[in-house]
C-alpha cells in the first residue's frame, strides 16, 4: 500500500462546477500537509498548506482530518485554468521524509 | 529574481557513461533535494540536503550520489546511468529543513537513458 494516496482521476468538469480531491495517508506520525499543482511537463508549485483547522485560499479550501487519516481539497466556481495535476505531500518530523502523492488530474471544459 | 536552475534541461545518453545533472539556487536556502517523477509513481525523493557537507538518503538513492560542498549546489551524479533511471528530475531548495512552505522546485531535467 502506498504511504500517500490519491485518486488519480482524471476529473473532468464543466466550468463554475464545484470539485473535490481526498488524499489519505497510512503514516500517523505525519507532521505537515500540503497541496501542491502542476502543470503538464513544468515544475510542481505549492498551491497551500493544510491546517488541522481547515484553512481557505479564495476558491481553494484546503482540510485535514488527522483521525481518519485524509486530507482534502475543495475548488470552488472552477476556471478553464485549474485545469492541471494536483498533487498532495506529506511531510513527516523536519522534512526528514517527504512524500508526494501521484496526483490528480483535473480537466476544466468550457 | 528567485529561482532554482537545473543543466542540463534535456538529455540523452548511454547506459554506463557517468552524468552530473547540476542545480543551483540564489536565495541562500539551507535544505536542497532532488527527487524523480514516473508516470503513476509521483515524485519520489532521491537524496536530501539539509545544510553543507550534510547529505542523506530519500526513499530512492540507488545508482545515484550527491554532494553539498557549497550552499547554493547541489549536483546529482549517475556513476554508471541504466535505462530503469530514464526519468523527469527535478532539484528543490527550501529556507530551512521542514519549510515546504518556502519549498521552490527547479524546471526539470529529462533524461533518457538508452
Known amino acids: 500500500r502506498k504511504e500517500v494516496e490519491q485518486d488519480p482521476g482524471p476529473f473532468n468538469v464543466p466550468e463554475g462546477a464545484t470539485v473535490a480531491f481526498n488524499c489519505t495517508y497510512s503514516n500517523s506520525a505525519s507532521q505537515s500537509f500540503f497541496w501542491y499543482r502542476q502543470d503538464c511537463r513544468k515544475e510542481p508549485k505549492l498551491l497551500m498548506s493544510?491546517?488541522?483547522s481547515g484553512n481557505e485560499d479564495g476558491r481553494f479550501t484546503a482540510q485535514l482530518n488527522r483521525a481518519s487519516q485524509y486530507i482534502s481539497l475543495l475548488i470552488r466556481d472552477s476556471k478553464l485554468s485549474d485545469s492541471a495535476t494536483y498533487l498532495c505531500v506529506v511531510e513527516y518530523s523536519s522534512a526528514s521524509k517527504i512524500i508526494f502523492g501521484s496526483g490528480t488530474r483535473l480537466s476544466i471544459r468550457p | 529574481e528567485a529561482q532554482v536552475t537545473q543543466n542540463p534541461r534535456y538529455l540523452i545518453t548511454v547506459t554506463g557513461k557517468k552524468l552530473t545533472v547540476t542545480c543551483s539556487q540564489n536565495m541562500n536556502h539551507e535544505y536542497m533535494s532532488w527527487y524523480r517523477q514516473d508516470p503513476g509513481l509521483g515524485l519520489r525523493q532521491i537524496y536530501y540536503s539539509m545544510n553543507v557537507e550534510v547529505t542523506d538518503k530519500g526513499d530512492v538513492p540507488e545508482g545515484y550520489k550527491v554532494s553539498r560542498k557549497e550552499k547554493r549546489n547541489f549536483p546529482l551524479i549517475l556513476e554508471s546511468p541504466s535505462p530503469n533511471q530514464t526519468s523527469l528530475y527535478f532539484c528543490a531548495s527550501s529556507l530551512l529543513a521542514g519549510g515546504l512552505e518556502t519549498q521552490y522546485f527547479g524546471p526539470g531535467t529529462r533524461l533518457l537513458v538508452l
Open positions: 493544510v491546517y488541522s
